[in-house]
């Protein structure tokens, strides 16, 4: 199976960057769609950002476009949320996500994936 940690939240100020990371172990994948997401207090889980390893297009939701980046490090097998300028609205619990896939497809709703990191809080203060 996969197991999935993320790492790297905390208590910020509005303008301030925060890397949040995603180390994946266990079975490893050629090809699986990974993700970020995000729940804030009475919302329900949004998508951030996402991609294929084995390659095919980025997405990122309209609210963190430009100022978000995903990134991954294969030798770690660990996928990075780069977030820049972060704004109060940004708080919330943030979880990676991994599906196998058997093409290079990129998976942007939430019961789409298998797999759940544990959450790792973002709070930015205004």
């Known amino acids: 199976q996969v197991q999935l940690v993320e790492s790297g939240g905390g208590l910020v100020q509005v303008g301030d960057s925060l890397r949040l990371s995603c180390a994946a172990s266990g079975r490893t994948f050629s090809s699986y769609a990974m993700g970020w997401f995000r729940q804030a207090p009475g919302k329900e889980r949004e998508f951030v950002a996402g991609f294929n390893w084995s390659g095919g297009s980025t997405y990122y939701a309209d609210s963190v476009k430009g100022r978000f980046t995903i990134s991954r490090d294969n030798a770690k097998n660990t996928v990075y949320l780069q977030m820049n300028s972060l704004k109060p609205e940004d708080t919330a619990v943030y979880y990676c996500?991994?599906?196998?896939?058997?093409?290079?497809?990129?998976?942007?709703?939430?019961?789409?994936?298998?797999?759940w990191g544990q959450g790792t809080q973002v709070t930015v203060s205004s």
């Open positions: 996500a991994a599906e196998p896939a058997r093409y290079n497809i990129v998976v942007v709703t939430t019961r789409g994936y298998s797999y």
